[in-house]
């Protein structure tokens, strides 16, 4: 064991937080990278996993894909965990980051044997330098979210209340079940976060079926709807970052201290000066990141550059058919003109016989 500042450091395996729903656009990529910037900014050496071949996380944290050794590697067990890490613009956050290939992972983990756990392996060698790995996962109840389900110690599950939210709900919750009682008995923090909440009775009606439903499995922190997200994302920014005073970012900030209070073996508890140190450290990555983008204007049309789609529009016609009528259309000329040619060269020859 290690010895820091006099005392003895327990040697402690990382808490595993997958952020999972089956259903598209419930807020799960905002909800992995803010919580993962958070954790960072509280002091955790944390590691973001984009298993979405999207890759929304991995530019939401200001990484510019193409990756060639990322999470399709780490989470096929083609590449070790170590290899698959990159730095990200935050301190104490690491990326292993999201590439086209995940499309494909789910075929090539069938293909495996016990390819459920294929993850979970390739997580077990994680060098003792990391606190947390949060997990975005794609919006498919497929392998690859069940890998990281199957290797999670905590799931997050962002919910946002619609008309279907509960539906929704019950299959993902069916599903993260199935996966625990087949595959990972530990797993017993399965937590709701309520997103993009409104301020509307449909809402407050919605939310409250949900609370009724699953009780203290729903966090008690409300994420609210708010634009200076889809800002933060439109500048490849985390919200938490860009706009810490936001009532979004403030929101991911309190998830992030109740995930580490509920995660004893996480490294303790989140003190008021944890909290004061992470709202410090947002605000002076919030002043770094000023201005990034922020000038965007819009041209006039005159002004809009040439995109050089020289070959498009006759791509577009060829897809559309248009050239073979232009091509029928030449075939009849011809024909036509042989006609002619050929009733002139008859006539001749029966005016003008050869002798
Ligand atoms: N609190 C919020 N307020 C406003 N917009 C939000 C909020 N949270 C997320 N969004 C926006 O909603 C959209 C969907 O969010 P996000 O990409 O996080 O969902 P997702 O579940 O990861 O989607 P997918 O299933 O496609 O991976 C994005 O445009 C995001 O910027
Ligand atoms: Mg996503």
Redesign the pocket.
Known sequence: MAEENGEVAKATKPTIITVF?Q?????????SVNLAVCLAALGKRTVLVDL?S?S?ATTNVGVTPPISTGAYQLVTGKVPFEDCLRKTPFENLRLVGGSDELAWADIELALQPECQAVLTRALEKIPDTVDVVVI?C??APGVVSVNALVAADMVVM?VMPSPHALDGLHKAWWNVNRVRSSYNHDLHSIYILL??TEESELTNRLSEDIIAEFGHRVMPVL?????V??EA?ARDLPVVSMAPQSP?ARAYLRLAELLLNRASHMGGEATGTNRDLGAEKLAVWAAENEGRRSNLAIPEPGEMPDPGWTEAPELAEAALGRDAGWKIGAGIGLVLLGAVLGFAAASAWFAFPPT
């Open positions: 729903n259903k598209g656009g419930v807020g799960k990529t905002t909800t979405d999207q929304n975005d794609p919006p962002p997103t993009m994420v609210p709807r708010d634009n997200v889809i994302a979004p």
